[in-house]
């Protein structure tokens, strides 16, 4: 049985998209990702859904190939 991942920590989320930890911050703010917010002993832990990064990798890639 194997299971799908559905959520990034911050840096898988970098990495799959080559960006910066900033980048992805601002790709948060600006509401082009989704983010999950998860409450832990320590505090808060924010992910990012796998979801939203293949949309916002599909939406680039568009954006690509218009433009050529």
């Known amino acids: 049985c194997s299971v ?3 959520l990034f920590a911050m840096g ?3 990495e799959q998209l080559c960006v910066s930890q ?3 911050q601002r790709y948060l703010e600006n509401e082009e ?3 999950i917010i998860v ?4 505090g ?3 992910y990012i859904t796998v979801e939203s990064v ?3 990798i599909r939406k680039r890639s568009q954006e690509v ?3 050529e």
């Open 4 to 6: 799908m991942k559905t």
């Open 12 to 14: 898988e989320c970098m």
């Open 22 to 24: 900033r980048t992805v």
């Open 33 to 35: 990702l989704d983010k």
């Open 39 to 42: 409450k832990t002993k320590n």
């Open 44 to 46: 808060r832990k924010r």
């Open 54 to 56: 293949a949309k916002f």
């Open 65 to 67: 190939k218009n433009n």
